[in-house]
């Protein structure tokens, strides 16, 4: 069973940038899709940015397209979320989570994703 852990989270002011990024043990990164997924408080866990299995497909969320940009270093099993112009509504927990399923398709449903790691916190102060 992979084990993913999220690096990167922290304070920053309001049009700031931060760099998410996700490891595995227990398994390969590689033989997964993975999603950046985020939960604020008090709401539902909702879909950011996905990735396929080679880095060629991505998928981003209305709310961060133009601002965060998803990619992976399957070289290095690795996957990053460069986040940008970050917002006070972008502060949540934000989780990396794998998808083992064999379709291609990025899923922006949480309950498609089988592992997750144990979040790391984004706090955009305005």
């Known amino acids: 069973q992979v084990h993913l852990v999220e690096s990167g989270g922290g304070l920053v002011l309001a049009g700031g940038s931060l760099r998410l990024s996700c490891a595995a043990s227990g398994g390969r990164l590689s033989s997964y899709k993975v999603g950046w997924l985020r939960q604020a408080p008090g709401k539902e866990r909702e879909f950011v940015a996905g990735?396929?299995?080679?880095?060629?497909?991505?998928s981003y969320a209305d709310s961060v397209k133009g601002r965060f940009t998803i990619s992976r270093d399957n070289a290095k099993d690795a996957v990053y979320l460069q986040m940008n112009s970050l917002k006070p509504e972008d502060t949540a927990v934000y989780y990396c989570?794998?998808?083992?399923?064999?379709?291609?398709?990025?899923?922006?449903?949480?309950?498609?994703?089988?592992?997750w790691g144990q979040g790391t916190q984004v706090t955009v102060s305005s």
């Open positions: 990735i396929s299995r080679s880095g060629i497909s991505t």
């Open positions: 989570t794998a998808d083992s399923s064999p379709s291609s398709r990025i899923y922006f449903s949480p309950e498609a994703y089988d592992y």
